[in-house]
C-alpha cells in the first residue's frame, strides 16, 4: 500500500511531489523536465511493486523475522539466559 502512495504521489494528475519540485527548482526548469526525471525511478517502484504483487512473502519477511527475534530475546530474559547471548 505504500508503495501504490508513493508512486501515485510522483505521477499525475495526483502527483503532487512534482509540484513541490517545481516550486524549488531553478527557473528554467520546466515540468516536463521534472516528468522525465522521474522515470527511471517510477520504473524501479513499478518492478518492486510487481515483485511484491507476485511474491508478497517479501513484504512480510523482515517483520516476522524481528517478531520472533523479539520472542527469542524474551525467553532467554525470562529464563535468565540473558540478552548478550542471543545469537
Do not use: H, Q
Request: net charge negative; proline share 7%; with cysteine.
Amino acid at each position: 500500500m505504500i508503495l501504490n502512495l508513493e508512486i501515485a504521489i510522483m505521477t499525475p494528475p495526483y502527483g503532487f511531489a512534482l509540484f513541490y519540485m517545481k516550486a524549488f527548482a531553478p527557473e528554467g526548469v520546466t515540468m516536463l523536465e521534472i516528468y522525465k526525471s522521474i522515470t527511471p525511478f517510477l520504473i524501479i517502484k513499478f518492478f518492486v511493486l510487481g515483485l511484491v504483487m507476485v511474491f508478497p512473502d517479501i513484504a512480510t519477511w523482515l517483520p516476522i523475522w524481528f517478531l520472533i527475534s523479539a520472542e527469542r530475546i524474551s525467553e532467554r530474559i525470562s529464563i535468565g539466559i540473558g540478552i548478550w547471548n542471543v545469537c
